[in-house]
């Protein structure tokens, strides 16, 4: 099995200090400023194999199905595996270490057209409490913490 190691990415106040490599990664989300967001790299060796963008503490400010409120967490804003290591665990494995930063912490995320990742991988599916679906994302919870 690889061994991932989890880094916080220095945040400057213009924008997360990623290596810019755009290959592999969606460079929109890579290299915009968002206050209050803490920014990790998850390594083999030197090598990337994923990034996360996380907001501590997050509230969720809809109501959602099976979620008491009120509800405060981590949110995983973004999250992305480099496209040469996807499928191969390394999305499971460096939510992993995310779970380990965050201990006895609800870990919420919301899918961006990767539901069959987020239910993949055992977190749990909350729909809106007013049933609307219209433009919103899917609310995705770790279900172990």
């Given at each position: 099995m690889t061994v991932l190691k989890i880094h916080?990415?220095?945040n400057s106040s213009y924008s997360p200090s990623f290596e810019h490599k755009p290959?592999?990664?969606?460079t929109r989300w890579w290299h915009e400023h968002h206050?209050?967001?803490?920014?990790f790299n998850f390594l083999h060796g030197n090598i990337e194999l994923a990034r996360a963008g996380v907001i501590s503490p997050y509230t969720l400010e809809a109501d959602y199905k099976e979620v008491i409120h009120p509800c405060t967490g981590v949110q995983?804003?973004?999250?992305?595996?480099?496209k040469e290591?996807?499928?191969?665990?390394?999305?499971?494995?460096?939510?992993?270490?995310?779970?380990?930063?965050y201990p006895d912490t609800?870990?919420?995320?919301?899918?961006?057209n990767a539901d069959d990742?987020?239910?993949g991988i055992g977190w749990i599916y909350?729909?809106?409490q007013d049933d609307h679906i219209g433009h919103y994302q899917k609310l995705y919870i770790y279900n172990g913490y």
């Open positions: 916080q990415v220095p290959e592999g990664f969606n206050d209050g967001m803490d920014w995983i804003a973004f999250f992305e595996v480099h290591y996807r499928r191969k665990g390394f999305g499971r494995s460096s939510l992993e270490l995310i779970k380990q930063k609800k870990i919420f995320a919301f899918s961006e990742f987020w239910s909350h729909p809106r």
